[in-house]
């Protein structure tokens, strides 16, 4: 079987065990069924899901998520036990037929159009439109909601780590443990991945999405071993001549010929972590990479110099404690000088991995400090978006039966813009993106060299007139009469795409302290739509 | 098919898709090599899973996920696509018999003991011992970890709004849209259930876990309707009679006479929203409760006051906007205000339900302000526990073939408690928890009635003498020789093993500000044990 038959496999059952119609609140049921008992079955309605902030106080938002709700489109179907177990569920008076239609449900009539998964995203600008049958339509929003908003967050947050890293530096996902559950670790880890991580340490995420894995050991493994009669073999063949070599005579020789270059006495280092680093190396001579501490510097280093002895070169360390900047320059200065004694010139270059905690103001303190770090392992922060845990997505209801609707609210922020509508995204002459300009769908989309007037939705004064160079339009039809009309892109190519939309956002919108807003805007067109629904809306109030 | 088997069935299918030996970190299967390769197959640990921090600032933790745990070591197993993905993914030159290795391992030889779920635990005191093959413990650590973060952190949380919400009041979960995808919601219900919420609005989680499903409608559904026109049926059956009543007039004739008595003008009601309340009573006749603004309250008490004269009872209203404290009370008085105009008493008693990002500080400051709600719809801050997204269970060897095993920091608070222990709790003559002592396994137990020396782990001067009045042993062994021993209890006596647990402890070890730590000690004899240990670990440093 090919990894992408089993990729395939593994998906399909994950998605079959847990994405299904009843993963959903139960008022989109109740409300089904009322819509159904007040003769809306033929109302048509559409739905645009947007959120209103962007997460973490930065200025843009990555959108993910998508393939996702394609296949939810794709199985929805109640089953058999799902119809069952609403029967018992719903109050006794509810009528037979609407089991019955709901039975028969799918989303054929549905029509999905969407952003291009990977894309950067701003507020008020929807992600997805959803038209078709009302009742369908309402059923579908707290699933939408949740492969959306998580899949979003996750995909931004790595994004936002990538930013602050740069290009040069490795970064790695190890959040499985502090995931929100199973499925909560296998999501963090895609779109960890999607945003710009370079692997993940989760196995099942490896073999799910085709992701690399990666991985050392724990600390654990050292304290497995307490002296070096704890090692079971100390020969390791020669990676050419096939030789075998004495890897403990070796690295003991070693150590104390290094501990008189990098002043630590050999009295310092464990023979415990000896016997452990030397059975690592024995078992993976091609891949050794070990979790050190200050002290277990020059057990490392012994064991890579004998390595090399072998006609092995090893990987580097992993430092999981202390002061990752002072420990990352130490053990740097280290290698250089090793290098520089035995005439190994690559020993300079060791990789320096460091984990412990680690977050983006520690990723951007430890850039300040002018650390020797080549990757990060990066767990709890990530997977839990510690800084903002939840990217408020919304549903809401924009036009019924060719009507518009509007939600009004005392919070001016809350107010929805109403009517079937295109988002445009309009570019400079530098290639920079300059404004999304959300349009009533009825007018003609804006023209490259062509001034167009951009008012803000709700800021009577606040206009400018835009001449693009380019101008691309954001939707495009993803299902329409029960098929996916655009096949999802694949994962590395999603992960490509945020990369290349963000490098169209000016660097002040995407720096981490007090970023520029991106501008959205509505035509003047809309303006007056909207402001026109608004006042026949809102009740005139009473002073009292 | 009974509710049960569909509960089972739906468990399962979620549990084989996703909860399998390669949801793990890829270093554990690099360790296990490196064990393989060193000869310690036949090695023999035991590691304890614990967390070194009360979340969320408080003094105590509840313990859950147990019953995963269980499942996950019953169904370990590598498939054959899992063997084939590690043989791509492996470094080249792994030997061949470590995968057929891999390929038979099961958890046989595993021995599982825990505390109880549902149990207040506290810091340093594991809740799972894992003894067996070094390899096997050492390969189950990630999972077992993912199993019981997210459940012990979630069941915690909500533990922590039962309290400040009060028992007179329900609270439900209402998070799905927020939380960390499909799973991560359904963990979110499941162990918000437990931790002491009524029910939740996630269907699915309603129909897996047997968990009480509620909701009502969403905004959307009130904007779908714009005029009394848009009213299919006004016509409603008496609940007794079965005589047919026209719920629009005897509505509208209601507004008008309510809004004397409430100062409300019939004016400021929205007939679309009269519309929409009049469609969902009509489905719901028996569980009116309906999604209300401020001037919402007048629709909603002209629709419950019609209902009332085809027979049936209101439930109530959701506020989901505004000053919760201030429209609760509004809608309180308003209530008893019709209550005592038309002769209604039961109308002065109708359900209040509040939702909109709350959180355990907004309880307690509408607690402070006197609101009259009899329901918490809760999300956002619930699922995602935005307060601290993440519970730092870990997962230590303390001790291998026999020998204590310690893990020395410079960091004292990281230091971990060597070797094979058992806990006690000691309880005093009043019932409430004392202290929680660890032993080292060879001791006899604490004794009731009899003095025992209890000592900080690591603070010399640190010591007390405890005479209990009852003594629980806090482990028993769920899991040996391949079969689960204690069969996990139901959901609900887990909940319920959640409240009674929590009313062993003191109040001001529950409150919410500054609360009092409870103590963790060890025996004078482990006392003994660690240091001795440590003084013989701990290399001595040389001041330069």
Redesign the interface.
């Known amino acids: 079987?090919s990894?992408h038959d089993?990729t395939c496999?593994?998906k399909m059952?994950?998605q079959?065990?847990?994405?299904?119609p009843?993963?959903?609140?139960?008022?989109?049921?109740?409300?089904a069924?009322?819509?159904w008992?007040?003769?809306?079955v033929n109302?048509v309605?559409v739905?645009d899901l947007f959120f209103r902030n962007n997460p973490f106080q930065g200025e843009f938002t990555i959108f993910a998520g998508l393939e996702e709700c394609l296949k939810f489109l794709q199985n929805f179907h109640y089953s058999d036990?799902?119809i069952?177990?609403?029967m018992?569920?719903l109050?006794g008076?509810i009528e037979p037929e609407f089991f019955a239609y709901l039975k028969d449900l799918t989303c054929k009539d549905i029509k999905l159009s969407a952003i291009e998964e990977g894309s950067v995203v701003f507020p008020r600008v929807p992600l997805l439109r959803v038209e078709g049958p009302?009742i369908i339509a309402?059923l579908l929003?707290?699933?939408l909601?949740?492969?959306v908003?998580?899949?979003s967050l996750m995909a931004t947050n790595a994004a936002r780590y990538r930013m602050v890293a740069g290009k040069n530096v490795s970064l790695l996902e190890?959040g499985?443990?502090?995931?929100?559950?199973?499925?909560?670790?296998?999501?963090?880890s895609k779109y960890a991945y999607i945003g710009g991580f370079d692997g993940t340490?989760?196995?099942?995420a490896?073999?799910m999405f085709n992701i690399p894995?990666?991985?050392?050991?724990?600390?654990?493994?050292v304290?497995?071993f307490?002296t070096l009669d704890?090692?079971?073999?100390v020969i390791l063949r020669h990676a050419e001549t096939q030789e075998p070599c004495n890897l403990l005579d070796l690295a003991t020789e070693w150590r104390n010929r290094v501990s008189s270059v990098i002043d630590i006495s050999p009295?310092?280092a464990?023979d415990g972590e000896l016997a452990a680093l030397i059975?690592?190396a024995?078992?993976?001579?091609?891949?050794f990479l070990a979790l050190v501490d200050t002290?277990g510097l020059l057990n490392f280093c012994a064991v890579a110099l004998a390595l090399n002895d072998c006609g092995y070169r090893a990987v580097g360390i992993r430092i999981d404690?202390?002061d990752l900047a002072y420990l990352s320059v130490l053990a740097r200065e280290t290698f250089e000088q090793i290098a520089e004694a035995f005439k190994l010139p690559w020993f300079s270059k060791l990789t320096i991995v460091a984990s412990n905690d680690i977050n983006e103001d520690t990723i951007l303190s430890l850039n300040e400090q002018g650390h020797k770090i080549d990757c990060f392992g990066i767990g709890?922060h990530l997977?839990?978006?510690?800084r903002q845990?939840?990217?408020?997505?919304v549903?809401?209801?924009v036009e019924?039966n060719g009507?518009p609707?509007?939600?009004l609210?005392?919070?001016v922020g809350k107010v929805t813009i109403p009517g079937h509508k295109e988002a445009y995204r309009l570019f400079g002459a530098d290639g920079h993106a300059l404004i999304d300009l959300l349009q009533r769908s009825s007018e003609p989309a804006p023209g490259v060299g062509q001034k167009v007037l951009c008012r803000h939705p709700f800021q009577e004064s606040k206009r400018a007139y835009v001449i693009p160079s380019k101008v691309e339009h954001l939707y495009k039809v993803y299902w329409k009469d029960g098929r996916v009309c655009i096949q999802p892109k694949p994962l590395l190519e999603v992960r490509e795409r945020v990369q290349s939309s963000l490098r169209t956002l000016r660097q002040d919108i995407k720096r981490n302290l007090n970023p520029t807003p991106y501008k959205v805007a509505v035509s003047d067109d809309l303006y007056n739509f909207i402001h026109d629904l608004w006042l026949q809306n809102a009740?005139i109030g009473?002073l009292s």
């Open positions: 079987m990894n089993l496999k593994h059952a994950r079959n065990g847990i994405v299904q009843l993963l959903t609140d139960l008022y989109q049921i109740t409300m069924y009322a819509y008992k007040s003769g809306k109302d309605a739905f036990s799902d069952e177990y609403l018992q569920t109050p008076n009302l309402q929003e707290t699933t909601l949740t492969l908003n998580f899949a190890f499985l443990r502090r995931a929100q559950g199973p499925d909560g670790g296998l999501s963090a340490s989760n196995v099942l490896g073999k894995v990666k991985g050392t050991h724990a600390h654990s493994f304290t497995s307490s704890d090692i079971h073999s009295e310092e464990s059975s690592y024995i078992a993976f001579p091609t891949g002290s404690s202390g709890t997977v839990t978006c510690q845990p939840a990217l408020g997505c549903y809401k209801l019924i009507q609707r509007i939600k609210s005392q919070d009740p009473e």
